[in-house]
């Protein structure tokens, strides 16, 4: 990669987009070379659609040379014929109104990455300057972007300042550095950072509130160490991550999963096989009878509407009679009350 062609004066590069409300915004991104001709640039938060816009000034030039690209399907950069001057608004416009209704797609996101690109020390001295001057920016505008993407530039001095405005990167990235109230203070401040980084710290109290903050993260990482009660709590807040995580679960507790994560099941269907399915659910009901009926209520009559609703499954007479034979007998008279008002 090559270096911009006059590096006293760096190009400037831009990056347009629409907003879900069809407002147009303009953010800066960074341009960090060429190769073969072509720009290598540092944008965040793009979006397939986007544009970019690179002008240029050569020496002895007033009027800067321009360049645009609008980032297509896959990422690719795309240069738009227009060349010499500037956009117009209405241009953008044109060029950036979705062609369809589908969402828009954007990246996952690249912080570890540009976090791993930044902690090298052995760049082109002009590259340097460039990462320089972002880590700079950061350190004193964006102080929590400073703190999560460079960790190896944070001092002992500043990881109070860290504790403070970037609670989720102090856990994450000093948590040895950190003093006993700091490490407190931190978990209070970011329960996802606790959950992730120091959970043995956790409060029952805090894990409560886990499980309406970050359900996903908690059943994700600790589902074997919550409670029945949370775990149905956190089951019910993130049924998508629960779904996953079900078989893994030992026999009980797999029940309470299911129970009360099914409904997004039909969800599933959409993008994958579930094998045998209705017999997982029925042989789940029939064993932790009293799991599924506290997560409906303890009414079998919404328990039923239930599994018909959101699961699809034939709750008719050879589903009922199947459970009132296997049913431990302390729920049959209950059942039998339920198929009595249906005759």
Avoid at 150 to 156: F, K, N, Q
Avoid at 228 to 249: E, G, W, Y
Avoid at 272 to 285: A, D, H, I, K, W
């Amino acid at each position: 990669m090559t270096p911009p062609a006059n590096p006293d004066r760096p190009p400037s590069l831009v990056r347009h987009s629409m907003d879900a409300r069809g407002v147009l915004a303009k953010m800066p991104a960074a341009l960090l070379g060429f190769e073969g001709g072509e720009p290598y640039a540092l944008a965040l938060n793009v979006r397939e659609g986007d544009l970019l816009t690179l002008s240029e000034r050569a020496s002895g030039c007033h009027d800067p040379a321009w360049r645009h690209f609008q980032i297509g399907v896959g990422f690719e950069l795309l240069p738009l014929e227009i060349a010499g001057r500037d956009l117009t608004f209405e241009e953008r416009l044109f060029h950036l109104k979705p062609q369809h209704d589908e969402p828009l797609k954007q990246p996952g996101s690249c912080d570890d990455d540009l976090r791993a690109v930044l902690a090298e020390r052995e760049y082109p001295e002009w590259l340097a300057a460039i990462l320089a001057r972002q880590v700079r920016n950061w350190r004193e505008r964006e102080p929590a972007k400073y703190f999560l993407l460079v960790p190896s530039s944070v001092t002992d001095a500043e990881i109070a300042a860290c504790v403070s405005v970037a609670p989720y990167a102090a856990l994450r990235f000093f948590k040895a550095r950190l003093s006993e109230e700091e490490l407190l203070t931190a978990i209070h401040d970011s329960i996802e950072g606790g959950v992730r980084f120091a959970f043995g710290w956790l409060t029952q109290e805090q894990i409560d509130r886990a499980c309406w903050d970050c359900p996903g993260v908690l059943l994700a990482a600790h589902a074997t160490r919550i409670s029945d009660d949370q775990l149905q709590l956190c089951s019910n807040n993130d049924p998508a991550v629960a779904f996953d995580i079900r078989k893994s679960m030992p026999p009980r507790r797999h029940a309470i999963v299911l129970a009360n994560s099914y409904v997004i099941s039909l969800v599933e269907k959409l993008h994958r096989q579930l094998p045998n399915f209705e017999e997982e659910v029925e042989e789940s009901l029939i064993r932790y009878p009293d799991v599924w009926l506290k997560a409906h209520w303890n009414d079998f009559g919404r328990l039923f509407r239930a599994l018909a609703a959101f699961a699809e499954i034939r709750t008719n007479w050879d589903f009922m009679s199947r459970l009132l034979l296997r049913l431990p007998a302390e729920f049959r008279s209950s059942l039998a009350l339920i198929i009595a008002q249906q005759v």
